[in-house]
């Protein structure tokens, strides 16, 4: 009997285990799905590349990121540069069309919300010389002070389109 009742003390410490297992489980389930949120990632300038033209991104004012429905990030050195790199690609699985706000450099917008403007007094990277605004009223005054055109996200790609 005596071997028995030590065979069953090991057994006592797995309920222990258990909660562990069971928290350390939770922790990892956590960890993963906060790594896998699908949404913008922060572009290093001077250091990511144009997913399109293959330059360094270093232009705060015209960046732009494709982010897919699985969390995939694409990154541009300019708007143009994702509005051409859409050819190429299956638009069925994006999930965000993202500009830099050229009012606020670095702040990435909705790109499909956004009101963009063509003047060749803004220049952009690939000389599109377009510009992304997170609302148009500040389109408005940047087309007061340097002229040009301005378009929405839809627009913009028809007009792109028929260059």
């Known amino acids: 009997m005596k071997n028995i009742k030590h065979f069953h003390e090991p057994l006592k410490n797995l309920g222990g285990m258990s909660k562990t297992l069971k928290k350390l489980t939770a922790f990892v389930a956590l960890f993963i799905m906060l790594g896998c949120s699908v949404g913008p990632q922060p572009i290093e300038y001077g250091q990511d590349g144009c997913h399109f033209c293959k330059m360094t991104i270093v232009d705060k004012l015209h960046a732009a990121e494709i982010v897919t429905k699985k969390g995939k990030v694409y990154k541009f050195d300019a708007t143009e540069c994702m509005i051409n790199f859409l050819d190429e690609f299956d638009i069925s699985i994006v999930k965000l069309y993202l500009s830099n706000n050229y009012s606020n450099p670095e702040e990435l917008i909705d ?32 087309q007061a002070e340097k002229s040009g055109e301005i378009y929405t996200w839809n627009e913009l790609l028809t007009h792109l389109k028929n260059k």
């Open 111 to 142: 790109a499909t919300k956004a009101t963009f403007l063509i003047s060749e007094n803004v220049p952009s990277p690939m000389g599109a010389f377009l510009s992304a605004f997170k609302n148009k009223e500040d389109a408005i005054k940047v």
